[in-house]
Each structure stands twice: as structure tokens, then as C-alpha cells.
């Protein structure tokens, strides 16, 4: 099984900083990506970053050129450092891990897993 802790959730300004971690724990090969989602009230949940365990990343556009995905893969750790909040950007915030869980003798089967949850509220 494996879990996910995520923390650095709260509430900011228009214009402020904050910054998430999701740290993954439990029985588990490797990572093979992590990343961060959202879900606003009466919206659908939406990718906002992603990052394999190589580095490649991807963002959604609305968040492009102010966000900032990063993984500490020693420490099975993603951070979403999220600079020039705008109120739109308001939502829970969710982590994913899609990790390596079990071997065949041939192949790695892989399982996404998902965090609780951290609110993020932008608001003056």
C-alpha cells in the first residue's frame, strides 16, 4: 500500500506564494511520475502539473510561468511552488503517484494512488 501526505495548503492573497509537498511512503518499486491536481466547487477535477521521474514536466496553461513542479526522488517527494496566486486558481488540491508496484519476473505493474487533499484559497 502506499500513502500520500500532502501539506502547505491554506489561504493568500492575490498576487501571494505558497508552496505544496506530497510526500510518498509504504511498500512500492519506484516512481514512475507524480503530480498535482484540482477540483474548484461545481468543477471537474483538472491536471495542473506533472512530473515523471526523469524531470519532464507538463502544466496546464493557465498555470504556465507561475507555477513550479519539482520532485526530491530521494525523498519521494513532489513540491508545487505556486507564485502569483489569482483567485481562480482557488481549489483543492490533490496529489497523484502512479508507482511500480509489483514485478512478474517480466514486467513492473504500476498503480496510481491519490492524496486526501489541501485546500487553497486565494482571497483578499
Known amino acids: 500500500q502506499v500513502q500520500l501526505v500532502e501539506s502547505g495548503g491554506g489561504l493568500v492573497q492575490p498576487g501571494g506564494s505558497l508552496r505544496l509537498s506530497c510526500a510518498a511512503s509504504?511498500?512500492?518499486?519506484?516512481?514512475?511520475?507524480m503530480g498535482w491536481y484540482r477540483q474548484a466547487p461545481g468543477k471537474q477535477r483538472e491536471l495542473v502539473a506533472t512530473i515523471s521521474s526523469g524531470g519532464s514536466t507538463d502544466y496546464v496553461d493557465s498555470v504556465k510561468g507561475r507555477f513550479a513542479i519539482s520532485l526530491e526522488n530521494g525523498k519521494n517527494t513532489v513540491y508545487l511552488q505556486m507564485n502569483s496566486l489569482k483567485p481562480e486558481d482557488t481549489a483543492v488540491y490533490y496529489c497523484n503517484a502512479n508507482v511500480k508496484t509489483s514485478y512478474s519476473g517480466r514486467y513492473y505493474y504500476s498503480r496510481d494512488y491519490w492524496g486526501q487533499g489541501t485546500q487553497v484559497t486565494v482571497s483578499s
Open positions: 509504504g511498500t512500492f518499486f519506484s516512481i514512475n511520475a
